[in-house]
């Protein structure tokens, strides 16, 4: 628990080596906050004692938001585990409706560039088509029990099952990031090529922070964040931006451009 500021167990107390500095993150790997913030303090401190004023931060934070139980439940929560791929009440096929169909995700995602929650879609916006098409899928029958008015179900909302979730004390939204050029598939991958959602990064501080130091490698066009296809050499074969030879320079170009600065301070985060 994130409150108790002893000694972690395993810690040497005196004498012990200072970790190795971790620089880069892969996506697998969840920092921890000691190697997300590496520090060069005296080493006759025990290492423990340089993450205690984030400790004494963070538990005042908590304290004071009454989130002391979120932060227990949340200790190693399902939603921030890579690969999370629940079974859903219907099997909704992204594939099938952005691939094939060719839907923005907006059709369905409609508050995501407008709002800091990305809603998923009511059953109204499913019967939209599946009242004409599909009308007999056996798939689809929770749907139709819902838009029955002779059924139990009539009108309850359909349970998807929530897949990314970033702790109730991490302030996130999604507007901020994809009015400003941050692609849905930075955060989600592939999510028109898969027949089950699954969780494609970690969702850590640590994951975050990478991309706020250096959002040039991850800024697009932003009339290709929808488009998860997008191909920076094949954007930049077909247009001609002065000053922009490789895809580097594009993203160069683009953050100066928007003058982007994603923040890394703490309460932009946490507040
Ligand atoms: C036809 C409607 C529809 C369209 C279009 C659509 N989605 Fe979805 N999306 C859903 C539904 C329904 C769910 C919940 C069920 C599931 O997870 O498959 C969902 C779930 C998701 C989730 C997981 C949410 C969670 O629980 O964490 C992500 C991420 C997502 N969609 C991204 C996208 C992206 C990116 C696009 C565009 C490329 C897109 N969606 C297009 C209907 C849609
Ligand atoms: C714009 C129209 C449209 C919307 C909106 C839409 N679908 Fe579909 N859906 C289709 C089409 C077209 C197919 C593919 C039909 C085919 O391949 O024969 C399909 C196929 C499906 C299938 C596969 C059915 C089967 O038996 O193989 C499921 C399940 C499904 N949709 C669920 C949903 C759900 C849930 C929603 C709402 C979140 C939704 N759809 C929204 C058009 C739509
Ligand atoms: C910068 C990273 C980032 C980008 C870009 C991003 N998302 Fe998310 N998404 C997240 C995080 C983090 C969560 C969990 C948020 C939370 O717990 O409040 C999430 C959650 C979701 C959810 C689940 C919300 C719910 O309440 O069930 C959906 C749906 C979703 N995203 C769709 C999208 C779509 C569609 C796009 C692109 C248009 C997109 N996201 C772009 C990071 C991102
Ligand atoms: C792929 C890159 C990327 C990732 C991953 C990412 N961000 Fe951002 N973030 C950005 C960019 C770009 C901005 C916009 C900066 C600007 O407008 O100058 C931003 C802005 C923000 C802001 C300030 C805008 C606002 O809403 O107040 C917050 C807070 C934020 N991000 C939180 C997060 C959190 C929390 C996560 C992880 C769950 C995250 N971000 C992951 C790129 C990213
Ligand atoms: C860009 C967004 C962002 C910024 C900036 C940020 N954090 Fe976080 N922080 C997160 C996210 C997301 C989580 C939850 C995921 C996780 O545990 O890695 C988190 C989790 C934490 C936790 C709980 C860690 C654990 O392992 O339980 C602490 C403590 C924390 N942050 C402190 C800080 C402090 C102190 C700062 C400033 C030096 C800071 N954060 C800046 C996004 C951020």
Known sequence: MVCTLARPAGEPFLGGKDPPLVKNFTSSARPTLSNVFPTVMANFFPRWTNVLPFKIAICALSLAGGVVAAFTYYATPKTLVVGYQPAQPIPFSHRIHVEQVGLDCRYCHSFVDVAGHSNVPTSNTCWNCHQHVQKDSPKLQPLRDRMNEKHPDYGKPIEWVRIHKTPDYVYFNHAAHVNRGISCQS??????????VYQ?????????LECHREPEK????LEEVYNLAYDPEKFLAENSIEGVKTTEDLGKKLKEQWQVKPPVSCAACHH
Request: charged share 20%; hydrophobic share 30%; net charge negative.
């Open 187 to 196: 955060c989600h991958g592939r999510v028109d090529q898969m027949e089950v």
């Open 218 to 221: 991850h800024l697009r066009p």
């Open 200 to 208: 494609d990064q970690n969702l850590s501080m640590g994951w975050c």
